[in-house]
């Protein structure tokens, strides 16, 4: 798809986060059914109720990144009857939610050598996510990977931020939310994203200069193409049906539809290519 010459002038790598670099659908996965047990034992409910209450709870949120589970699910009244302890649950999930993390949040093999090969060679990256900033921070920031390699993150302003408890608003007063590079916050998902404006360039720079990598046809292609840029459409993210099964009972309906939009109509542009594992990535730049 890449004449030499082409793959010559790309300049910045434009990575997507959950299902590009890492796989948050596994993860999530996970993290969801662990947590709705530990509701259910202390609710003395049927995790079948926790997990339609929880459905609820984040449809109203409109987002599974919501952190007000506890408080979202006594106002349901599911608590009603038992004498739940509201500090030493949310505790509990915590905990559960940090393990699940540590346990099963990492990036795709192959990625950090495309980082560093990209990195050694001028390129520079940057993390363009839908993800809130909050969320997307730290799930970055809890991972095993150089930072450094990214100039900055671009993440979903955090309509919440203002329900964020006290103690962690220190970690986005400077705009780095915990992390070694700054963090920008955008009000429009992709593909509406204004990426002259995002990435500092002309339109004819991004076509030329920016190549965008990423799982999610509707959102990461669509923003490729609508720029006319170089896409890669990144296969090895395609969520197993399992997961999403696992997932559709807890996730909002429009959440999974999203998390689900990974086919895209090729044909749309022609510098848009499907690849199957990021060391693809370094055969498509003749890197190797
Ligand atoms: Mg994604």
């Given at each position: 798809?890449?004449?030499?010459?082409?793959?010559?002038?790309?300049?910045?790598?434009?990575?997507?986060?959950?299902?590009t670099l890492w796989d948050w659908i596994s993860y999530?996965?996970?993290?969801?059914?662990?947590?709705?047990?530990?509701?259910?034992?202390?609710?003395?409910?049927?995790?079948?109720?926790?997990?339609?209450?929880?459905?609820?709870?984040?449809?109203?949120?409109?987002?599974?990144?919501?952190?007000?589970?506890?408080?979202?699910?006594?106002?349901?009244?599911?608590?009603?009857?038992?004498?739940?302890?509201?500090?030493?649950?949310?505790?509990?999930?915590?905990?559960?939610?940090?393990?699940?993390?540590?346990?099963?949040?990492?990036?795709?093999?192959?990625?950090?050598?495309?980082?560093?090969?990209?990195?050694?060679?001028?390129?520079?990256?940057?993390?363009?996510?839908?993800?809130?900033?909050?969320?997307?921070?730290?799930?970055?920031?809890?991972?095993?990977?150089?930072?450094?390699?990214?100039?900055?993150?671009?993440?979903?302003?955090?309509?919440?931020?203002?329900?964020?408890?006290?103690?962690?608003?220190?970690?986005?007063?400077?705009?780095?939310?915990?992390?070694?590079?700054?963090?920008?916050?955008?009000?429009?998902?992709?593909?509406?994203?204004?990426?002259?404006?995002?990435?500092?360039?002309?339109?004819?720079?991004?076509?030329?200069?920016?190549?965008?990598?990423?799982?999610?046809?509707?959102?990461?292609?669509?923003?490729?193409?609508?720029?006319?840029?170089?896409?890669?459409?990144?296969?090895?993210?395609?969520?197993?049906?399992?997961?999403?099964?696992?997932?559709?009972?807890?996730?909002?309906?429009?959440?999974?539809?999203?998390?689900?939009?990974?086919?895209?109509?090729?044909?749309?542009?022609?510098?848009?290519?499907?690849?199957?594992?990021?060391?693809?990535?370094?055969?498509?730049?003749?890197w190797r």
């Open positions: 798809m890449l004449s030499f010459m082409e793959s010559n002038k790309i300049k910045t790598f434009v990575w997507d986060v959950d299902n999530a996965a996970r993290t969801y059914p662990a947590m709705s047990e530990i509701i259910a034992e202390e609710a003395g409910v049927e995790r079948g109720l926790v997990e339609q209450c929880m459905q609820a709870y984040y449809t109203e949120a409109e987002t599974m990144e919501s952190s007000w589970l506890v408080q979202g699910l006594d106002k349901r009244g599911l608590f009603d009857g038992s004498d739940m302890d509201q500090g030493e649950l949310i505790a509990k999930l915590q905990k559960s939610f940090h393990t699940n993390r540590e346990r099963s949040l990492a990036l795709y093999p192959g990625i950090e050598e495309v980082l560093e090969e990209a990195t050694r060679r001028g390129i520079g990256h940057l993390i363009l996510t839908d993800a809130p900033a909050f969320h997307a921070a730290s799930r970055l920031r809890h991972l095993d990977v150089d930072q450094s390699h990214f100039r900055a993150m671009i993440a979903m302003e955090d309509s919440l931020v203002h329900k964020i408890p006290k103690e962690h608003h220190h970690r986005f007063e400077d705009g780095r939310y915990g992390l070694e590079i700054p963090v920008y916050r955008v009000g429009v998902e992709k593909p509406h994203t204004d990426l002259e404006t995002a990435l500092q360039m002309t339109r004819e720079q991004i076509r030329e200069q920016v190549c965008i990598i990423g799982d999610n046809g509707a959102k990461d292609m669509a923003l490729a193409a609508r720029y006319e840029c170089v896409g890669l459409h990144a296969a090895w993210g395609r969520p197993q049906q399992e997961n999403l099964n696992t997932l559709s009972r807890f996730a909002p309906t429009r959440v999974l539809r999203r998390s689900a939009e990974t086919g895209f109509n090729a044909h749309s542009s022609d510098r848009i290519a499907e690849i199957y594992s990021p060391d693809s990535i370094l055969q498509m730049m003749e």
